[in-house]
């Protein structure tokens, strides 16, 4: 099983400010990570596939990168909407796996 | 538009048993693998188990696999998790997703809560 470790784990900022999340593979998965926004009571929301491929609808102030081992969702110029969890995924190897999740706070 | 409803959820036993549905719509249902995903009240996403377009291959988490059986009817566009001796550690919202791509999973439905206590 591949196991994704989210960095960090909490990640206070402020509105304008950029946000830098990472995500590390315990083996390559190549280009193939996907990121999830969620909110509290909500499902997951599809932002990034392919590792840096943003989803329909998904503001330009998302983007991922990398491949391989580590990955990085970046937000450039928060806005009050983006403060949530994000999670990474993987399904390149079975079982499919998820980061535990970058709660990104309000500072 | 594409649409995911999970239903089915609810308090049940230890011991006891569940049918959960996702009716799909908005999309060629027959053409996907699908999927149900569970998040415990306060943890992350767990993936629970697959099916392929017909129905002839599945997979299942280890954590579940002999419990849960994971169907689907395509005539009536309805993706099903039979649940079946149930755990207090089954305690979760479970959503039906979809194959998106090589790597992800788009949409997901709302969701439907099992909670399983005595």
């Known amino acids: 099983e591949i196991v994704l470790t989210q960095s960090p784990a909490t990640l206070s900022l402020s509105p304008g400010e950029r946000a830098t999340l990472s995500c590390r593979a315990s083996?390559?998965?190549?280009?193939?990570l996907a990121w999830y926004q969620q909110k509290p009571g909500r499902a997951p929301r599809l932002l990034i596939y392919d590792a840096s491929n943003r989803a329909t609808g998904i503001p330009a102030r998302f983007s991922g990168s990398g491949s391989g081992t580590d990955f990085t969702l970046t937000i450039t110029s928060l806005e009050p909407e983006d403060f949530a969890v994000y999670y990474c995924q993987q399904r390149t190897n079975w079982p499919a796996t998820f980061g535990q999740g970058t709660r990104l706070e309000i500072k | 538009q594409v649409q995911l409803v999970e239903s089915g959820g609810g308090v049940v036993q230890p011991g006891r048993s569940l049918r959960l549905s996702c009716a799909a719509s908005?999309?060629?249902?027959?053409?996907?693998?699908m999927h149900w995903v569970r998040q415990a009240p306060g943890k992350g996403l767990e993936w629970v188990a697959v099916i392929s377009y017909d129905g002839s291959n599945k997979y299942y988490a280890d954590s579940v696999k002999g419990r849960f059986t994971i169907t689907r009817d395509n005539s009536k566009n309805t993706l099903y998790l039979q649940v079946d001796s149930l755990r207090a550690e089954d305690t979760a919202v479970y959503y039906c997703?979809?194959?998106?791509?090589?790597?992800?999973?788009?949409?997901w439905g709302q969701g439907t809560l099992v909670t399983v206590s005595s």
């Open positions: 908005g999309f060629t249902f027959s053409r996907y693998v």
């Open positions: 997703t979809r194959d998106w791509g090589v790597s992800s999973f788009d949409p």
């Open positions: 083996h390559s998965v190549s280009s193939y």
